[in-house]
């Protein structure tokens, strides 16, 4: 069964700092792909951005960007430019396309952003 | 775009209670998901279907239950709610083409 691990509870950074946030996964399938979620205090569920496990460039989106290491098995966010935002739960997800296509989530990380 | 829409947003219940949590996708999505979200823990998937009629359990299905008999409407059933169901439930739909999934906006559970 495919795991997923954020080892960061909780984050705090200054406005306009960037940051990152990491996450670590375990997985026998070489297909796959990988997920950040944002969760605000409205609660809704928001995808930040997505990474597909046999594309060897790195997402981005805008201010938001993954560093993808598949041999290392991380999949770290790195927002720049921080702002308030922000602010919000952020989720690792990893998802396996074949079958039911569910995705499984990491602990989260609870990142703040001061002004 | 597409809504995944759950038909309460705060609920209390008593322990004991039947307990009947709601959720309506409006994409024709196949694929849909209950989620049970607690502090420490993320998202743990409690059953899924991938067709109407159609359900397999998640990691944790114990206590619940689900009814899908229309393709838009997935629900999720606490026979008799217990205190350790207190909880926040996220229902979402995937896109299969897109592999993205789709949130409804949660329904924080208090089971007294």
């Known amino acids: 069964a495919q795991t997923v691990t954020q080892s960061q509870p909780e984050m705090s950074v200054q406005e306009a700092e960037t940051v990152t946030l990491s996450c670590t996964y375990d997985?026998?399938?070489?297909?796959?792909?990988l997920f950040w979620y944002k969760q605000p205090p409205s609660r809704q569920m928001i995808l930040v951005i997505r990474?597909?496990?046999?594309?060897?460039q790195n997402a981005t989106e805008n201010r938001f960007s993954v560093n993808f290491q598949k041999a290392a098995k991380s999949f770290s966010l790195k927002i720049s430019d921080s702002q308030l935002g922000d602010t919000a739960m952020y989720f690792c997800?990893?998802?396996?396309?074949?079958?039911?296509?569910?995705?499984?989530f990491g602990q989260g990380t609870r990142l703040t952003i001061n002004p | 775009d597409v809504k995944v829409t759950q038909s309460s947003r705060y609920l209390v219940k008593r322990t004991g209670e039947k307990v009947f949590l709601e959720c309506v996708q409006d994409?024709?999505?196949?694929?849909m998901f209950w989620y049970r979200q607690d502090p420490g823990l993320g998202l743990r998937l409690i059953y899924f279907?991938?067709?109407?009629?159609?359900?397999e359990k998640g990691d944790i299905p114990e206590g619940y239950s689900v009814s899908r008999e229309k393709k838009e409407r997935f629900s999720l059933i606490l026979e008799s709610a217990s205190t350790n169901q207190t909880s926040m439930y996220l229902c979402?739909?995937?896109?299969?083409?897109?592999?993205?999934?789709?949130f409804g906006s949660g329904t924080q559970l208090s089971v007294l």
């Open positions: 997800a990893f998802m396996n396309p074949g079958g039911a296509q569910k995705l499984v």
């Open positions: 997985t026998s399938e070489s297909n796959y792909y």
């Open positions: 990474q597909e496990a046999y594309k060897q």
């Open positions: 994409m024709d999505h196949e694929n």
């Open positions: 279907s991938y067709d109407v009629k159609m359900k």
């Open positions: 979402a739909s995937i896109s299969r083409d897109l592999y993205k999934l789709f």
